[in-house]
């Protein structure tokens, strides 16, 4: 993967990661941000309930549950707090939706702060419509004394379509509006991420709005805002761009301790201005704070010699030390390095790509699936082969579903064979530009039995593999070719001429019909 597209990856992980306190309408059964920061908040709470707090927020669930127990019976609003989240995450007592909203009603009437935020986030997952109005009416009261936490959820549950058949993103906006008046900061960048188009609703989307307000959020203090702020004055709509105040808002942002700043500087220095010694610079400064994405750039920057002299060594031990630190990316590429050392050290190569896998990271886990097929531990593990393949074609990892396309045609790895699986994952794979899918499926589609034949789109795809390099692409459309008569051939150039249109974001060939 690029640098520069690691960069932007982290980035959007990072900015989304920061909104989901307030994106918190979650399945009940799953620990929403939002709940985890109200389980931090009760445990700094004094009070009769202040040590079952405590053993709560410190995963002491059911010592929790009975230190609050006699305090409920006394109408301890804390007590029946902490019973409600025990109830709603299924931690310390079991799952129940209906005994949480029983206990959050409680002790918003024993006046808990939070319980009614709680209790109506319950109400608005249901799919009946007098409890989600219930859930809108006990919002609508405390945006009354309390618009910050109780408009920002709002306009949530408007811009879901929880409170109406349609999401109605103009209600979205006004009740964050009302909260972003109160400061919230959560709602000023819910409302610039909206009229940026990260939630669609083109009719609403307004760049200089959203960088008014990222400003906006940037001047209360907000870091994540000031990096946003500086990336998009440096890399966004040329008409509102500005380098100097980019440059001036991520300075601020790394004066704050977020180094992610250097990475968005780090980024436009290599990308944009072309000069790597002043990338290197910055993402220099990012590694010696810690920063793992500028760990690994680093390191990248000495083992390719750009913006320096080249230096192995260095750029190696700065890869295990981003490796080391947990980064997917470093390890898997310290865990590629030992494969392919002189003497390789599988051992250690399956410890770093495991944990790479085990971060979602596909490339690795297509790795991974690899190596429990070639039993490079001594035994093959057919059925883990399969699990993490198959887990990274999920994630949409070309190769993968390539190799696992190739396991289903042979009904190999204890899969049963099923051209139609095969088929699909090899246009999946071909559409995302592999080679190799492509002329798999070009294959299939030639020689029909399995699949029904499809000369004309068969030779349409042989094309493609051709002009993207595949060695074999010439003369499996040579073969194809020799088969068509006047009308398939021009059928053929068509579907080609389809595949390559620019609108497209690439040939739609995900099935062998």
């Not at 879901?160 to 900061?185: F, M, Q, T, V």
């Not at 297509?366 to 001594?378: A, P, R, S």
């Amino acid at each position: 993967m690029k640098p520069f597209l690691r960069i932007i990856i982290a980035l959007v992980i990072a900015s989304l990661t920061s909104l989901q306190a307030a994106i918190s309408i979650n399945e009940p059964d799953t620990i929403d941000s939002l709940l985890k920061e109200v389980i931090a908040k009760e445990a700094k709470v004094d009070g009769p309930a202040a040590a079952a707090n405590r053993a709560f927020s410190e995963g002491r669930f059911e010592e929790a549950v009975d230190l609050a127990k006699p305090l409920v019976e006394s109408g301890d609003a804390d007590a029946l707090f902490l019973m409600g989240l025990a109830h709603e995450s299924g931690r310390g007592l079991e799952f129940s939706r209906d005994k949480a909203l029983d206990f959050y009603r409680k002790a918003s009437s024993a006046g808990h702060e939070d319980a009614g935020y709680r209790g109506a986030l319950l109400l608005l997952l249901s799919d009946k419509e007098n409890e989600r109005d219930e859930a809108r009416k006990t919002l609508e009261k405390a945006a009354e004394t309390q618009v910050a936490v109780a408009g920002r959820l709002l306009g949530e549950a408007w811009l879901r379509g929880r409170l109406s058949k349609e999401p109605k993103p103009e209600k979205a906006i006004e009740w964050w509006h009302r909260a972003a008046k109160a400061d919230d900061l959560t709602s000023i960048r819910l409302l610039a991420a909206l009229r940026e188009g990260s939630f669609g609703f083109e009719k609403f989307i307004d760049p200089a709005k959203s960088i008014e307000l990222y400003r906006q959020a940037a001047e209360l203090g907000d870091v994540q805002s000031m990096i946003d702020l500086g990336s998009r004055l440096l890399n966004g709509q040329e008409s509102l761009r500005n380098e100097q105040r980019g440059r001036a808002w991520l300075s601020k942002a790394a004066e704050s301790g977020d180094l992610r700043a250097c990475l968005v500087l780090g980024d436009y220095e290599q990308n944009v201005k072309k000069d790597d010694k002043a990338a290197l610079q910055a993402y220099e400064r990012g590694k010696d704070g810690g920063q793992l994405d500028c760990t690994l750039l680093t390191a990248d920057f000495y083992l390719a010699g750009r913006g320096t002299e080249k230096d192995p060594q260095r750029g190696k031990a700065l890869l295990l030390q981003a490796a080391e630190g947990g980064h997917p990316m470093a390890q898997f590429q310290v865990a590629m390095l030992l494969i392919s050392a002189e003497n390789p050290d599988l051992a250690a190569a399956y410890i770093n790509l495991l944990s790479a896998s085990n971060q979602q990271l596909a490339v690795a886990q297509n790795e991974l699936g690899l190596f429990y097929l070639g039993g490079k531990l001594g035994v093959a593990d057919p059925a883990a082969a399969t699990s993490w393949l198959t887990r990274a074609a999920k994630l949409g990892n070309a190769a993968a579903q390539n190799n696992l396309a190739a396991l289903y045609e042979v009904g190999a790895a204890g899969l049963q064979q099923d051209y139609k699986n095969a088929g699909e994952l090899y246009g999946l794979a071909a559409q995302q530009g592999h080679v190799e899918a492509t002329l798999a499926l070009a294959r299939l589609l030639s020689s029909g039995g399995p699949v029904e034949k499809n000369l004309p789109k068969a030779w349409a795809l042989a094309s493609l593999a051709e002009e993207r390099g595949g060695e074999n692409g010439s003369k499996m459309k040579e073969a194809i070719g020799s088969k068509l008569d006047a009308q398939q051939r021009k059928k053929a150039v068509e579907i080609l001429a389809g595949f390559k249109k620019p609108a497209s974001k690439g040939p739609k060939v995900n099935s062998p019909e």
